[in-house]
Each structure stands twice: as C-alpha cells, then as structure tokens.
C-alpha cells in the first residue's frame, strides 16, 4: 500500500518496504512506482526500499509548468528529509537515471552510490528534442492514450514482445494511469535536460550503469558514454528497455551485487 507526503510543494506517493540502509528506485517516464513490483521484494530481504511516483506519474500530485530534471531531485531531496533518511543508493531507471543524475550532481553528500539503468547522462539530440516537444502536443489533442500505446512495445525487446504479453500489458495499464498534464511536463523537461555526464565522470561515489543489449530507446552506447574507475557495468542480453519485466531475476541479482556487501 502506497504511503504518502508532502514535499515540494505537492503530495507525493510512494512504497516502503525492508528495513536497513536506504535503496531508493526512481521509474521511467509514463511509469510508476509499480514498476518494481519483481524487484523491491528482493531488495527489501536486506535494505530498506523507497519507490516513489515521480510527480505527475502514478499516485503523485500534478503540478503546472515545465518539470525540470532539478525540480524531481527537489522532491527526493524532500522525500528523504520526511523519511529522516540522511544518505541512500538512488537507482534510476530511463527518466528516473536523469533524475538521479540531477541529486547526484547537487546533493552528493546525500548518497552511498548512485546507479543508472537504460538511462544516460547525454543530453537530447535536437531531433529528440523536437520529439518530445511534439508528443507533448499530441497528448494535449488526442488525450495519453494513442501517446502510451505508440510508447509501449518501443520500450521492450522486439522479441519479448510476444512472448511477454502481460508484462507489456502491465507496463500498458501504468502508462495510462498517468495523468496528461503530468506526461507533457515532464517530457518538457527531459528536452531541456543538460549534459551530465560530468557528473559520472567526476564523482567519488561508486556508479552502476546497467544497459539493454537490444534497447530501442537508450543504446548501450549512450548508457556507457563515459568512463570512471568505481563503475559497475552491465548489459543484459536479449532486454530491452525494461530489465525489470525483460530479466527482474537478473537485474536483481546486479543490484545485489552492487549494494552488497561493502556499502
């Protein structure tokens, strides 16, 4: 059951489970916190799990204006401050890898460590940029529906698609519960992102960058887009862009690894 806070100006839902030190999972865009259903049980055995709805996604309030990648790790920031939790591992999947980017760059006295899966630190090309411009538009004539149901099958492996029927449908339902206004602020947001792969480059914490073999979305390439010596890097064969349906039992086994046994 989802709790609730207030941060940042809005109410902000979000799932709590385990006990020990603090493993927050940031979603994708159009996605929830429901997205780590195969994952916080496992993590939660041994660590104290936070999955929030970003604002505008899931059970989080919608707010007007652009939301800047700032404006999401604001609200985590805030999210901690409640939960009386002084430091965490952020784990941010796609648009969650850019927010934990943002918190990495101005709250790294925050973290333990930080981990990006099938995200990247790049910025939009001009013409993504242009992309996410006019889906926001489209969502603004035509209602999410159309948008989520273009959306949804770019975001898993061609050849799950098939065989992952009701994992693509799951992801379907979530994407439809976001709420529009949420959708197009922030895919405003994530156009006017800025480079940050300074951030990786530069940072004294350790990194997991975790990459899709056959991601359609963010390639490998643009998820290892720079180098750091306390980096993890992983590719899962046969994933798309969502190795917590394509491989849950794989990607936890990393994110053990990762957070075990010396952080």
Known sequence: MKKTCQANGIELAYQEQGQGKAVVLLHGFCGSSAYWEYIIPELAKEYRVIAPDLRGHGNSAVSVGTYSMELFAEDIKQLLDHLDISKATLLGHSLGGYVTLAFADKYPERLNAFGLIHSTGLPDTDEARQNRYKGAERIGQEGIEPFINDLIPKLFAKNNLQSMKDEVEKARQIGL???????????????????????????????????????QVISPDKTFSVEHQLMTAETLPYVGHMSMYEGPNKLNDILHKFLSPKR
């Not at 947001?189 to 800025?194: D, I, K, T």
């Open 177 to 215: 519960a976001t709420k529009p206004e949420g959708a197009q602020n922030t895919l405003k947001g994530m156009a006017e992102r800025s480079d940050r792969n300074y951030v990786i480059a530069n940072t004294s914490l350790p990194v997991l960058l975790v990459a899709g073999a056959d991601d």
